[in-house]
């Protein structure tokens, strides 16, 4: 450092103690406990992770208890839209949306998968399943006028979600090259890329569409949504993850990515065989699946694990080595002090 008007001079030690440390992106280096070393971090993943039991459990009792008091069986979770869980339905996907978007995922292909469920669940919450039929019973400007507040809705999620994107990749695009170039799941990556930007389109479409329905839009989001929740849990069983060293995890995990999928394919069979409550069904199989994966991930992560930090890349595959934690200035000497 300089020398301080009459303090007389600072040796090469003082000089390079006080070096600048590296800075990042935005606001200098910046130094965060991880869930293994800061209490607050990890009652913070711990609480994640029970919101992500709990919200869904909300939608289930509410409808166990709508269907007691004699209430009507719906033909999809969506269908309580138009009823008495209308506000319970919106807030559990916006209030999961929210949570998982929060969640840093490790290993990175499931922070990725879990970005794009986020996303998607509230496209699911936002149109329901029952906007397309409504909107097909009227024409020219009446059906305008009513598609408009989804218009706006929508909208405004693009272009929220697209700052956030911005941000993200402005600030750190750790994230996103892990999981690119992560050995053996970089065709995580790829698939849910082309999946999530296919529901996207999907939506611009609708958006610009003269006389729009929002046809196709809430399956397609719901589908995407169950296959990037498949994908998170797959991260976790294959290929070797932390989860992956302890056999009986890796069984639950693979067992219920499986699941996951195979509900895909009980949709049609069940519609084949005449039930009318298949997409009933196949909702609430998900939703069941997907809170054993977040209580199985509460109950291992209960105490953390190390996780290996991602580094921001300079150039493609080229890692930046971590921040060195910032210096206190050395106290200079009186000048003539030994």
Known sequence: MSDPAGTGTTDAADRGATATA??????????????????????TYRLLRITLVALPVLLLVSSFLVWVTGGRVERSISDYYDGDLRDVFVAMLAGIAV??????????VEDYTLNWAGFLALV???????LTAELERLDGAAR??????????????????????LVEWRTTRATMHAARTARDGGWVFWLMTVLGLAVVALLVVRLVQPGTT???????AA??????????????GWPATDAASDRRYRRIYLTVAALMVAGLVLWPALERAGVDE?????????????IVFWVTETVRTWDPVAIE??????????????????????????????
């Open 278 to 290: 298949a997409i009933l069904v196949v909702e609430w199989w998900e939703i069941v699946l997907f």
């Open 99 to 108: 949570c998982l978007v929060a969640y840093r995922g490790f290993p990175a």
């Open 214 to 220: 929002f046809a196709w839009l809430h399956g397609a």
């Open 309 to 338: 930090p991602l580094h921001l890349p300079d150039e493609p595959g080229t890692p930046v080595p971590p921040l060195a934690p910032p210096q206190r200035p050395a106290t200079p000497r009186p000048h003539g002090a030994p």
């Open 22 to 43: 590296p800075r990042s992106r935005v606001g200098g280096p910046t130094h965060v406990g991880t869930a293994s070393t800061d209490p607050l971090a990890r009652a």
């Open 124 to 130: 699911v919450a936002f149109v329901p399943n029952s």
């Open 144 to 165: 305008t006028q009513a598609a408009l507040p989804a218009r706006i809705v929508l909208t405004s999620l693009l272009l929220v979600s697209a700052a956030v994107v």
């Open 223 to 236: 589908i995407v949504l169950i296959v990037s929740l498949a994908l998170a849990v797959l991260s976790h």
